[in-house]
Each structure stands twice: as C-alpha cells, then as structure tokens.
Nanobody
Framework: QVRLVESGGGLVQAGGSLRLSCAAS????????VGWFRQAPGQERELVGS????????YYLDSVKGRFTISRDNAKNTVYLQMNSLNPDDTAVYYC????????????????WGKGTQVTVSS
C-alpha cells in the first residue's frame, strides 16, 4: 500500500507559477513511476505528465510541454510538478498517482492515488 498526499495548489493569476508536491509513504515508492493527472469540472481525468522510477524518463501532455516540469526526490519520497506560464485552461484538481513500474499513460495502470489539490488560474 502507498499513501499519497498532494499539496501546493491554490489560486494564481494567468502567467503565474505553482509547484505541486506529492509526498508518499508506505511501500517502496522509489520503485514506481509517478503520474500527475488533472480533472476539470465536467471533463475526464487526463495525464499531465509522468516520471520514471529514477527520474531519467518523463512524459508530458502536449499542451503542457515547455511549461510544466516533473521531478522527484526519492530520498524524500516526493515528486514535484513545477507549473509555469499557467493559463485558465490549466484550472483543475491535480492528482498524483503511482503503482506502475514504468511510465504509463493509461489511468488503469496506476493503483494508488492521492485525494488531489485544486489549482485555479484566473484570467
């Protein structure tokens, strides 16, 4: 079992930045890839980005490439999502998830989920 807790969300103006954190406890977190997902009201949950177990490999949704960066510190059991140049379309609840041994884009590949943190970008 892995417990995930997201933090760092909030209200920011368009063009601003936020850094989300995902703190893990429980089973060996460093063995797993971690994904950041988001879900806006009335929309399906989508993968924003994912990072492999050692941080060497990453994947990003096209619309966030060049603006968002995922990193991890396995010594701290924490994964980060640095979000720059935010725009109102980035408004959503952001979730971290893990449990996949490799980077995966399918939601079903991730067994453990946090409860999410709200990100709101005002225009």
């Amino acid at each position: 079992q892995v417990r995930l807790v997201e933090s760092g969300g909030g209200l920011v103006q368009a063009g601003g930045s936020l850094r989300l954190s995902c703190a893990a406890s429980g089973r060996t977190f460093s063995n797993y890839a971690v994904g950041w997902f988001r879900q806006a009201p009335g929309q399906e949950r989508e993968l924003v980005g994912s990072i492999g177990w050692n941080g060497a490999n990453t994947y990003y949704l096209d619309s966030v490439k060049g603006r968002f960066t995922i990193s991890r510190d396995n010594a701290k059991n924490t994964v980060y999502l640095q979000m720059n140049s935010l725009n109102p379309d980035d408004t959503a609840v952001y979730y971290c998830a893990t449990g996949s041994l490799t980077i995966a884009t399918q939601i079903d590949s991730y067994a453990y989920w946090g409860k999410g943190t709200q990100v709101t970008v005002s225009s």
